[in-house]
């Protein structure tokens, strides 16, 4: 079985400040990781993946990810926050090689103050 | 590319009704998840379908069914609602040979009084 937590439901940061949103795994098998983000009454757009290979993951809007197996963390940051990331943000996992199945963390939500 | 399409938008029934929610999935995926979004929470897989066919569910009861058609356009059904089926139902497309990712509607916001 496979699930996430994301610890945090609310993150406030100042517009220029680092963004960091937490994520853990549980996975029987090797992974895949994704973050991301829904704007209000709007349906998920993915930021970024990981599924093989660098560990580092760069995604869309200056966001990236880092997988670390041994601490199954798959936290996200940017290193300055826009107002534009105002948003909530889900971690979800699915497992390599099953079917499409991803299970989603509970989201958390990122309050940029100018 | 078309994206992902969903209707109605917004839709509002009384208990024991039956809703049917409707998506068009991207150009060339021919994969169709269905999830569903309380409010405050993250989305919960409902079930699959590839090639017509379910092929994967979550802890759903039966009273949500669904359809996939040969064009990989996909209904989802939902009979004897509750109040507790309010919420966002998530369309989400993909292609078969599985990537990860998945291209999401905007969603059929359900409320049920």
């Known amino acids: 079985a496979q699930s996430v937590t994301q610890l945090g439901s609310h993150v406030s940061v100042s517009e220029g400040a680092l963004v960091l949103l937490r994520c853990n795994y549980s996975?029987?098998?090797?992974?895949?990781l994704f973050w991301y983000v829904q704007y209000p009454n709007q349906g998920l757009q993915l930021l970024l993946k990981?599924?093989?290979?660098?560990?580092l993951v760069k995604g869309i809007n200056g966001f990236e990810a880092e997988f670390k197996k041994s601490e199954t963390s798959f936290h996200l940051t940017k290193p300055s926050a826009h107002m534009s990331d105002a948003a909530e943000y889900f971690c979800?996992?699915?497992?390599?090689?099953?079917?499409?199945?991803?299970?989603f963390g509970t989201g958390t939500k990122l309050q940029v103050i100018p | 590319e078309t994206g992902v399409t969903q209707s109605p938008t917004h839709l509002i029934k009384t208990r024991g009704q039956q809703v049917t929610l409707r998506c068009s999935s991207q150009?060339?995926?021919?994969?169709v998840s269905w999830y569903q979004q309380a409010l405050g929470q993250g989305p919960q897989f409902i079930f699959q379908y590839y090639r017509e066919e379910e092929n994967g569910r979550g802890n759903f009861p039966p009273r949500f069914s669904g359809l996939q058609f040969p064009n990989y356009s996909s209904e989802l059904n939902v009979n004897a609602l509750e109040l507790d089926d309010s919420a966002l139902y998530l369309c989400?497309?993909?292609?078969?040979?599985?990537?990860?990712?998945?291209?999401f509607g905007e969603g059929s916001r359900l409320t049920v009084l």
């Open positions: 979800a996992v699915s497992e390599a090689g099953g079917y499409q199945k991803v299970t």
């Open positions: 150009s060339g995926h021919n994969t």
């Open positions: 990981y599924t093989t290979g660098a560990t």
């Open positions: 996975s029987s098998v090797p992974p895949y």
């Open positions: 989400a497309s993909s292609q078969a040979s599985y990537t990860g990712e998945l291209f």
